[in-house]
């Protein structure tokens, strides 16, 4: 059942990146958006309802829902909508998984969690990776468009991690994740349905059949069943292993990039692949070392000599 919870949500999160890509065209962003999150929020709230699971948030709760609704399910995704018209979508799936790195340092600023050595060194890795990633580009004679792909995923992944920051604060009030996520989703799409009111822009139905394909697809799993096969996991085998898919999911996502979206490869590119994803795997390795020196203690065993690398 856990081998396929998590092969289930890698191949999921790994092919999100690419279906957003596929809605851009006639329909506006914010509109692509705003159709993801309100048919998987009336889908989430019924699926709810139906299990007699559907709690109204309390009134003291509804401003960390909002607000988790802001990072999480909005204005996030407003970045990394529009980061895809200028870089492939495989190359924001790594920029995204650097949240990682992201929610040590928010960590430290809202909750005081040291920031380890490996907290640094995941940093390096993770810099230098996306600096040969997109060296050759942003190189280009007309780099403009890629620096702006870069910076709106970069700012897309902050707002990410805010949301993480808001979701741990929402989880030690007591509210689950599964009843924020249902709600925080139906905030994001009034959010999204205020600012397509306030810039005037225009509500576009869709009618090509790859476009309702990809919303469906965005909505139903890549919303909905993912965060839930996640939330499972993070119950069953704990969130240090499961946090291992974003170390995944770009490796999916580059590889259909290079497939539908002509993703040319070379060695820098490689090589800074290889340095982003070594800085998540270095990013969780004293989880790893820590539960690994708990589980021998409580055998009775004499611990191993554990470096960061194990």
């Not at 960590?107 to 810099?127: C, E, H, M, P, W």
């Not at 792909?149 to 805010?162: C, D, E, I, K, Y």
């Amino acid at each position: 059942m856990i081998p396929f919870l998590f092969i289930s949500t890698v191949l999921i999160w790994g092919t999100t990146w690419y279906a957003i890509a596929l809605q851009t065209g006639p329909v506006p962003a914010l509109v692509s958006i705003f159709y993801r999150f309100a048919v998987a929020s009336l889908i989430f709230l019924a699926i709810l309802l139906v299990t007699r699971r559907l709690r109204v948030p309390r009134k003291d709760h509804q401003i960390w829902l909002i607000a988790q609704a802001l990072c999480l399910f909005s204005l996030n995704f407003i970045c990394f909508y529009f980061a895809v018209e200028f870089i492939p979508s495989g190359l924001e799936s790594v920029i995204f998984s650097l949240a990682t790195i992201f929610n040590a340092i928010n960590a430290r600023i809202f909750y005081g969690d040291r920031i380890t050595k490996q907290v640094l060194i995941a940093s390096g890795l993770g810099v230098t990776g996306l600096i040969l990633l997109f060296g050759r580009d942003i190189l280009d004679a007309d780099s403009s468009g890629t620096l702006q792909g870069v910076a709106l995923a970069m700012l897309g992944t902050m707002l990410f991690s805010l949301g993480n920051m808001v979701s741990r604060r929402n989880s030690k009030a007591g509210i689950s994740p599964t009843m924020a996520n249902a709600w925080g989703m139906g905030y994001g799409a009034l959010v999204l349905l205020g600012l397509i009111t306030i810039t005037g822009t225009p509500i576009i139905l869709p009618t090509e059949g790859l476009y309702i394909g990809a919303l469906l697809y965005l909505a139903i799993f890549g919303s909905i069943i993912a965060f839930t096969t996640y939330l499972i996991l993070v119950a069953r085998i704990g969130s240090a292993k499961s946090a291992y898919l974003t170390v995944l999911f770009p490796i999916i996502a580059l590889a259909i990039s290079t497939i539908f979206e002509g993703y040319v490869w070379h060695w820098s590119s490689v090589l800074g692949l290889a340095l982003a994803l070594a800085g998540n795997l270095v990013m969780f390795a004293p989880k790893q070392a820590k539960a690994k020196l708990e589980t021998t203690r409580g055998n009775g065993e004499a611990p191993e000599s554990l470096s960061p690398a194990n």
